[in-house]
């Protein structure tokens, strides 16, 4: 007997997400926009253990996103600058993002 499975979104292939959850001092931020709230809890959604950090590209968070990998590079350029995000690393032609959390600010355990 086969399990009747949902077939799940391209946007969310691969991925183990269940929702967003974004620290009260994001949420309240005035600095930024919704949509780099968006970039930034994206960022944080596609964070991978193994390597440190999030691995996507532009063009990979723009196409979640719904936006263009040059709005998506300029709001990480930004997101930088204001210190919500670093890039842990950079071999030449991949980078890793994360999230720069506050002591508090992490997201509740067990998830939603």
Not at 33 to 43: G, P, Q, R
Request: glycine residues 8%; aromatic residues 10%.
């Amino acid at each position: 007997m086969t399990e009747d499975r949902p077939k799940r979104n391209k946007k969310e292939k691969g991925r183990g997400w269940r929702g967003t959850w974004i620290p009260k001092r994001i949420w309240e931020a005035k600095d930024i926009t919704w949509m780099e709230k968006c970039v930034l809890a994206e960022i944080d959604n596609l964070f991978d253990e193994d390597e440190g950090g999030c691995w996507a590209s532009n063009q990979y968070i723009a196409n979640n996103m719904e936006s263009s990998p040059k709005s998506v590079s300029n709001i990480i350029a930004k997101l930088k600058k204001l210190n919500y995000i670093e890039q842990v690393s950079f071999d030449g032609r991949f980078r890793v993002l994360k999230v720069k959390y506050e002591a508090n600010e992490h997201p509740p355990s067990g998830g939603v």
